[in-house]
């Protein structure tokens, strides 16, 4: 039985994101989404909003649950018994620090695996950041983010 975490900001979640999950869907018994709590950034959503956005948007797939953490993740990770990470890589650039991230915790705890799934092509440009400065300006962002998330957008920022 594999527990796999995708763990991140998700602020908002972007069909990038939801594109990973999927494949993890397929790939491991459960999947738990794991939004990240940091009281030190002021993210556009909370982690309550981002979890209720996340949860709309992964109710097709009944082995992916949505949980928030806060510290370090390879502590969440024992917690709930997952053995495995999972992040997306676009580019090369993400690599870079998607590397660096995975090593750290590696040397945090050994028995944490990092995997690495490469999005959809026509993903690869695609951010949180990118999405909300898009729709901050007025700009359409309803093929970049699921339904609820582009609703919760506008209505964020309008
Ligand atoms: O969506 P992001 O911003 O790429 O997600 C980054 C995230 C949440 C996976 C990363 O910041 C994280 O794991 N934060 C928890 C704190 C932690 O464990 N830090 C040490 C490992 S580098």
């Keep these: 039985m594999i527990r796999a975490l995708v763990p991140g900001s998700f602020d908002p979640p972007t069909k990038g994101h939801l594109d990973v999950v999927e494949r993890c869907a397929a790939l491991f018994d459960e999947v738990i989404v794991a939004v990240v709590h940091n009281p030190s950034k002021n993210p ?43 992040k997306g890589l676009r580019a090369v650039t993400d690599f870079e620090f998607e590397i660096q991230m995975s090593q750290m915790n590696r040397y945090l705890s050994g028995d944490i695996v990092s995997l690495f ?6 993903y690869g440009y695609l951010s949180s950041s990118l999405v909300k400065e898009v729709a901050r300006l007025g700009g359409s962002v309803d093929g970049l983010v699921p339904a609820p998330v582009a609703a919760a957008l506008k209505e964020r920022l309008s």
């Excluded at 209720?52 to 709930?80: T, Y």
């Excluded at 799934?117 to 026509?122: F, L």
Aim: net charge negative; hydrophobic share 45%.
């Design 44 to 86: 556009l959503f909370s982690a309550e909003e981002r979890i209720d956005l996340l949860e709309q948007c992964v109710s097709q797939w009944p082995n992916v649950s949505v949980a928030s953490f806060q510290g370090l993740l390879v502590d969440f990770a024992k917690e709930v018994g997952a053995t495995t990470v999972v």
């Design 117 to 122: 799934v490469a999005t959809k092509p026509e």
